[in-house]
């Protein structure tokens, strides 16, 4: 076997593995194990429909469904980010004793909150038979364009994060700070026409929006938004360049700071 | 025959830092930090060259803090030098600190796929070699257990066995290690030295100099982060012994 293929295969397997440890550790121990996957969604989604509909009683058409479209990507971008700031820190015997590239542990959490994330999914779909249009063949089209965009600019912030933890702690404390200061700040709770026009810039200059937007454009209303995904495609390169940078930067001294 | 580790004028220095340097000195020292500098440094390793063949047996000897086994990480690369360039030129199996990428909620089984596959081979390499490693553990009934209700000795022979069998190209060892009873300790250092013997690479950290001697068909004095002695392992143990009374 040539070796340049067996690396290769090495290297995908490590990924394999690596993602697949984070979503059975995740339920190790746990009597219905993987299927939390599937329920906590629904039951969220439970939840936020009492919510909405019995105790706020929001006259916005079809408001769970608009809620949760944004909510699901969101999720799988905060908790990725949240989960990755303790990612090298956390594998502390790994990263000393072990060589392998140290940014498989930020690519499989991110993998390992993207199956929570494909698990949603059922939910949206059902929602969108029942209040939108169905999936359809933009579904096709979009999805995999939007997943790939979001999974590099996550990477790039979560490459970024999780190194600059290491030598900086105090960065998981700015990190919960900044995740809810975000998931305000971006369109999910309400919809960008509700903001005043004098604050709709803060709104603008945030690349989630455009993401968010795309998403729920594609769910709710089976609508390809080219322009959204161009902007977060864009950003998203940003994102990740940066964070690549940054990784290999601060990773060749993370032995002596971890 | 071929140098399949080659280190030339390495040099490794660690920071030394306080804890929580406190916001003040953080920033103002934030751009030498950045940089790597730092106003009071530990030279863990002061310019090392050595270079070892294809087959060879290198023991490494010296004084606890000489820089063993900063240098074994440097040649692993799970750390990089200051100055200095190290090639390794095959997949390299460490028995440091075995069982390293043990997760104690995951089973034997779960537990050997992924050492395997950080160890150097594919996850077919590791199912195919999967029984044998199970069976040289001496743990078959408690393979699908995690590995967190094992007891020590448990532990230790299968993280062994699993490095042992991933058919090691360059063996990177700090100490022969004791693992589990009598009799299994004999059988971990038979296949070790069965390994060493049969012509696989390996570098060797040991202050037992019986062993070095013994085993290895080269050996380096290392004393201060530099080489003090360097030649066949009778002649460097015996300067070695000399000096240190």
């Not at chain 2, 996850?123 to 009934?141: A, G, N």
Request: charged share 20%; hydrophobic share 50%; proline share 4%.
């Amino acid at each position: 076997m040539n070796v340049f293929d067996h690396e290769f295969r090495r290297k995908r397997d490590l990924l394999w593995l690596l993602t697949k440890k984070e979503v059975t550790l995740k339920y190790k121990r746990t009597v219905l194990g993987i299927v939390w996957s599937l329920l906590n969604p629904i039951l969220l989604a439970l939840v936020m429909f009492i919510a909405f509909k019995v105790f706020m009683k929001i006259k916005m058409e079809n408001y769970t469904f608009f809620f949760l479209s944004a909510l699901f990507p969101w999720n799988w971008f905060s908790a990725s980010v949240v989960m990755s700031t303790g990612t090298l820190i956390g594998n502390v015997n790994l990263i000393k004793r072990v060589r392998f590239p140290r940014h498989f542990l930020v690519l499989s959490t991110i993998l390992g909150q993207l199956v929570n994330f494909i698990f949603a999914l059922p939910i949206v779909v059902g929602f969108s038979y029942f209040q939108g249009e169905g999936p359809g063949i933009n579904w096709l089209i979009t999805f995999p364009i939007l997943i790939v965009i979001q999974f590099i600019a996550t990477l790039g912030i979560c490459l970024m994060i999780s190194i600059v933890n290491a030598y900086f702690r105090d960065m998981e404390y700015i990190v919960g700070v900044v995740i809810s200061l975000l998931f305000w700040m971006t369109p999910i709770v309400y919809p960008l026409k509700m903001v005043p026009e004098a604050y709709r810039f803060y709104l603008a200059i945030n690349p989630l929006t455009y993401l968010i937007t795309a998403w729920r454009d594609l769910f709710m209303s089976n609508h390809i938004d080219w322009g959204s995904i161009g902007i977060s495609f864009g950003s998203s390169l940003i994102f990740v360049l940066l964070g690549i940078l940054v990784f290999q930067r601060l990773g060749k001294r993370l032995d002596e700071v971890i | 025959m071929s140098d399949i580790v080659e280190i030339k004028d390495v040099w490794k220095k660690f920071p030394m830092r306080r804890d929580r340097p406190g916001l003040k000195e953080f920033l103002v020292n934030l751009p030498k930090f950045i940089n790597g500098n730092s106003n009071s440094n530990f030279w863990a390793i002061k310019g090392v060259t050595f270079a070892v063949k294809q087959g060879e047996c290198l023991g490494i000897i010296g004084k606890n803090g000489a820089g063993k086994s900063t240098l074994l990480s440097l040649i692993l690369g799970t750390i990089y030098p200051t100055k200095g360039n190290i090639n390794v030129s095959q997949e390299i199996t460490p028995l440091l600190d075995i069982g390293a990428g043990f997760h104690p909620d995951l089973t034997g089984r779960e537990n050997i796929l992924i050492n395997g596959v950080l160890l150097g081979l594919t996850k077919d390499e590791v199912l195919k070699r999967i029984e044998e490693i199970i069976t040289f553990s001496e743990i078959k009934e408690f393979v699908d257990m995690p590995v967190r209700t094992y007891s020590t000795g448990m532990y230790l022979k299968l993280a062994f066995s699993v490095a042992i069998n991933t058919n090691p190209k360059l063996l990177l060892i700090d100490e022969i290690l004791s693992v589990g009873d009598e009799a299994f300790r004999k059988k971990s250092k038979d296949a070790l030295l069965q390994l060493i013997k049969g012509g696989v690479t390996t570098i060797f950290v040991s202050h037992n100099l019986t062993a070095v001697k013994e085993i290895c068909n080269r050996a380096i004095w290392l004393d201060g982060g530099k080489i003090r002695e360097e030649g066949i392992p009778e002649k460097v143990v015996e300067e070695y012994l000399k000096y240190s009374g």
